[in-house]
Each structure stands twice: as structure tokens, then as C-alpha cells.
């Protein structure tokens, strides 16, 4: 990696906390070079100057850094544990629970926690919920807003009876979650690093989320996260953090503050 790279890495972990080590690195600088050619910029020192003269510009290369590809039911098994084993001890009559989907993408986890909470109520009656979709690529926000999907995204996990009865179809390869579990959920660009976290949060998703940030930044996030439970995903954990969460579950990546 030349010094101009690692320059420019620095500004974005220093804007985000996301880091690109290993493999990530490689595909980070094919997209830097990508909005450096669509910029016609030749060199490094010039993208960086304007990434200092231009924060429009920082906001569209963390977008294009940004990994977005997701699809409904992602890791089953959390939904499963949602539904069946946390909702029915945190549920108050006469108060709303509040979700946090924070790093939601192009919306699929937010509106499969809606679905799993749907579904939930044929067991435990109705209750009142919210779920708070945040992200740091406003494309992708734009995305999870327009809520209009693909086949891979509907049918990679999601069992095809919950595609059935909670999606219409737009065409033969697009489908759109129905009004019932889009309105639940409220959408906002979040910088995790920077930004105020939503307060009172019942259950947190945080999946597929730290592993892009650095140790520093990792930690910032861990200790500002307010929620009673937290998912993460496989392929990360709280080791280090465990005067702050317990776990609860650990198939199913799960947590409890202390």
C-alpha cells in the first residue's frame, strides 16, 4: 500500500472509525480509485485535498467503502430468539418497546425484526413497538426507504410462507415489504462514531457492524451502546467487554448489559 493510501484510509478512519485491513484494504482501494477516475484526480494528495475542501465528497467515498449487500432473516436464529424467547419476558403492557437496528443497510434487518415481532404477537397479543433503522450511507438509507427488493434478498433465508403474507409483488423479481411492517420503522444517518445513539433502547442490532471499525473506534461503540439486549453477529464479540455485557446466547450471538 503506497503512503498517499494510507493517508486517505487515515481521513476515513479518522471521519468514521472504519478500518480495512487484510482483503478489505484491496477492495477499498479499487473504490478510491474509482471516485478518483470519476473525479479525474490522478494522485492520492490530490483526492485528499479534496476530501478536506469538499465533505460531500468524504460522505460519497464512505458510501462507495460502504458493504451493503444483506438479505431478510440474515442469521435465522436471532429472529427466532427475538420472537420466541426475548420478547415474551421484556414486553410491558402500556409501554412501547423500542429496537435499534444500528448499520441496518439497505433495510432488511429492520423490517425482518418487524416481521419476527408480527409474528410474535400471534403468541403474545398485541403490543406496541418501534424499531429505529440507522446507518452511515445515506444511498443505502435511500435504499431501505424505497424498500423494494430482489429475489436473492427475499428468498435466501426468509421462509417463503413470511414472503407470502408480508410482501407484494412488484414485478417478477421485485418484491416490497407491505405498509404494516414498513410503518414501524423510522430511518436515520447515524455516524456511530460521532453522532448522539438513540436512548432506552430495548434490544440492539449491531451485526456485521464492528469489524469494520479499529480497536479505538470498536471500543467507542461498545461503551456507548444503551440497550438492555445486544445482537451481534458470528463473526464478532464482546471479549474484552465483559464488565459491560454478559452473554445470554452464544448461537445466537446475544447479550445482556450489566
Known amino acids: 500500500m503506497t503512503a498517499g493510501l494510507e493517508v486517505l484510509f487515515q481521513e ?4 468514521t472509525g472504519m478500518e480495512f485491513l487484510g482483503g478489505r484494504a484491496a477492495v477499498a482501494e479499487s473504490r478510491i480509485r474509482e471516485r478518483m477516475s470519476l473525479l479525474e484526480l490522478s494522485d492520492c494528495s490530490s483526492y485528499r485535498d479534496r476530501l478536506k475542501a469538499d465533505r460531500s465528497e468524504l460522505a460519497s467515498l464512505v458510501e462507495a467503502l460502504a458493504v451493503n449487500e444483506t438479505f431478510f432473516f440474515r442469521h435465522p436464529i436471532q429472529f427466532e430468539t427475538l420472537g420466541n424467547e426475548l420478547l415474551p419476558k421484556i414486553i410491558k403492557p402500556g409501554r412501547t418497546l423500542r429496537i435499534w437496528s444500528a448499520g441496518c443497510a439497505n433495510g ?3 423490517y425482518s425484526i418487524v416481521i419476527a415481532c408480527l409474528e410474535a404477537m400471534k403468541m403474545l397479543g398485541h403490543f406496541a413497538f418501534e424499531v429505529i433503522a440507522s446507518d452511515l450511507d445515506t444511498q443505502a438509507l435511500a435504499e431501505a426507504r424505497r424498500a423494494e427488493y430482489g429475489e436473492r ?3 435466501q433465508e426468509m421462509p417463503s410462507v413470511l414472503r407470502d403474507r408480508y410482501f407484494e409483488t412488484l414485478s417478477d423479481d421485485r418484491w416490497r ?3 404494516a411492517v414498513r410503518r414501524p420503522v423510522s430511518f436515520s444517518n447515524i455516524n456511530l462514531v460521532a453522532d448522539p445513539y438513540p436512548l ?3 434490544v440492539v442490532f449491531c451485526r456485521n457492524v464492528l469489524y469494520y471499525f479499529s480497536p479505538a473506534a ?3 461503540v461498545i461503551r ?3 440497550g438492555r ?3 451481534l453477529s458470528p463473526t464478532e464479540s464482546l471479549s474484552g467487554f465483559e464488565t459491560l455485557f454478559q452473554s445470554v446466547d452464544l448461537k445466537a450471538c446475544l447479550y445482556e448489559s450489566r
Not at 12 to 15: K, M, S, W, Y
Open 229 to 231: 439486549y445486544l445482537f
Open 108 to 110: 432488511c434487518e429492520p
Open 177 to 179: 415489504p407491505i405498509d
Open 153 to 155: 434478498a427475499v428468498t
Open 12 to 15: 476515513v478512519h479518522d471521519a
Open 200 to 202: 432506552l433502547c430495548d
Open 224 to 226: 456507548r451502546i444503551r
Open 218 to 220: 470498536r471500543s467507542q
